[in-house]
């Protein structure tokens, strides 16, 4: 059975950095596409970020663009998110996903999920 967990949050002053990691099992990981999503309290999942199975071409939502940092390493089968930089809007809970062909930016296109790892901002 696939499964997805997250690791690496915790609480930072805002302009820190912190960097998630996310362990795959149950499933071939260099077949999946693999992304970021995060949740804030009273909003709707977002899309972070996404790399493609090979580690050569990543897409970002603009608010993180040039501050995050996504990667993955398929003999580890661990994907990563460095996160520089942070703001207090950054806080949520964070979720890694993977994913088939297709779009990358919604969550009814990736697969399997994540628990979640809490990242909170502080200013």
């Known amino acids: 059975q696939a499964q997805l967990v997250e690791s690496g949050g915790g609480l930072v002053q805002a302009g820190g950095s912190l960097r998630l990691s996310c362990a795959a099992s149950?499933?071939?990981?260099?077949?999946?596409?693999m992304g970021w999503f995060r949740q804030a309290p009273g909003k709707e999942r977002e899309f972070v970020a996404t790399v493609n199975r090979s580690d050569r071409i990543t897409y970002y939502r603009d608010s993180v663009k040039g501050r995050f940092t996504i990667s993955r390493d398929n003999a580890k089968k661990t994907v990563y998110l460095q996160m520089n930089s942070l703001k207090p809007e950054d806080t949520a809970v964070y979720y890694c996903?993977?994913?088939?062909?297709?779009?990358?930016?919604?969550?009814?296109?990736?697969?399997?999920w994540g628990q979640g790892t809490q990242v909170t901002v502080s200013s």
């Open positions: 996903a993977a994913r088939g062909d297709g779009g990358h930016s919604l969550p009814y296109e990736y697969d399997y």
């Open positions: 149950g499933l071939t990981f260099s077949s999946y596409a």
